[in-house]
T-cell receptor, first 108, second 113 residues
Framework: KNEVEQSPQNLTAQEGEFITINCSYS?????LHWLQQHPGGGIVSLFM?????KKHGRLIATINIQEKHSSLHITASHPRDSAVYIC??????????WGAGTKLIIKP | DTEVTQTPKHLVMGMTNKKSLKCEQH?????MYWYKQKAKKPPELMFV???????INESVPSRFSPECPNSSLLNLHLHALQPEDSALYLC????????????FGSGTQLSVL
C-alpha cells in the first residue's frame, strides 16, 4: 500500500462544476502539499498546510490530521483548471512522499 | 521575483556527450533541489543543496554531477547518460529549512539518444 493515496486517479467534469480531490496518508507528517502540474510543464505549489483549511481564489484545501486525510476543492471549475493535481507529504527532512496524482479535465 | 528559471527547456544529447542543466533563483532561498520525472509518474528527488552544501544525494549514478556555485545557482552536469535517463528534470527551491513550500522551475525535457 502506498503511503500517500489519491482519489480519483482521473476526473472529467463540466465547466462550472464543484471539484473534490482526496488524499489519504498513512505516515506521520509535518505538512501536506497540494501541487498542480500542467502537461509538459513545471509544478506549481498550491498549498502547504498542517492543520485546518486554506483558501486561495477558487481553490480550497482542508486537512484532518486525526483522520490523515486532506481534500482539494475547486469551485466554479474552468477549462484552465485542467491539470494533474498532486498531493505530497513532508516529514522530517527535505524529502516529500508523493501521491500518484489526479488528472483533471474540465470540459467547456 | 518568485521565479525559478531553468535552461535549456529542451535538450537532446548523445550517450557520449557532456552537457549541463542550469537553474537560477533570486528569492534568497537557501535550499535547492533537483528532481527527475518520468512521464505520468511523480517526481523523484535526486539531490538537495542546503546553504550551498550537498545535503541529500538519493544514490544517484555518478553520471549525474550536481554543483551549487552560489546560493542563487544550481547546475546538473551530465556525462555518458543512458537512454533511460530521458526524462523531465525539475529544479526547485525553498527558503532554507525543511518542510517549506517549494518553488519549481518549468523543467528541462531531456532526450538521450
Amino acid at each position: 500500500k502506498n503511503e500517500v493515496e489519491q482519489s480519483p486517479q482521473n476526473l472529467t467534469a463540466q465547466e462550472g462544476e464543484f471539484i473534490t480531490i482526496n488524499c489519504s496518508y498513512s505516515v506521520g507528517i509535518s505538512a501536506l502539499h497540494w501541487l498542480q502540474q500542467h502537461p509538459g510543464g513545471g509544478i506549481v505549489s498550491l498549498f502547504m498546510l498542517s492543520s485546518g483549511k486554506k483558501k486561495h481564489g477558487r481553490l480550497i484545501a482542508t486537512i484532518n490530521i486525526q483522520e490523515k486525510h486532506s481534500s482539494l476543492h475547486i469551485t466554479a471549475s474552468h477549462p484552465r483548471d485542467s491539470a494533474v493535481y498532486i498531493c505530497a507529504v513532508s516529514r522530517s527532512n527535505y524529502q516529500l512522499i508523493w501521491g500518484a496524482g489526479t488528472k483533471l479535465i474540465i470540459k467547456p | 521575483d518568485t521565479e525559478v528559471t531553468q535552461t535549456p527547456k529542451h535538450l537532446v544529447m548523445g550517450m557520449t556527450n557532456k552537457k549541463s542543466l542550469k537553474c537560477e533563483q533570486h528569492m534568497g532561498h537557501r535550499a535547492m533541489y533537483w528532481y527527475k520525472q518520468k512521464a505520468k509518474k511523480p517526481p523523484e528527488l535526486m539531490f538537495v543543496y542546503s546553504y550551498e552544501k550537498l545535503s541529500i544525494n538519493e544514490s544517484v549514478p555518478s553520471r549525474f554531477s550536481p554543483e551549487c556555485p552560489n546560493s542563487s545557482l544550481l547546475n546538473l552536469h551530465l556525462h555518458a547518460l543512458q537512454p533511460e535517463d530521458s526524462a523531465l528534470y525539475l529544479c526547485a527551491s525553498s527558503p532554507g529549512q525543511t518542510n517549506e513550500k517549494l518553488f519549481f522551475g518549468s523543467g528541462t525535457q531531456l532526450s538521450v539518444l
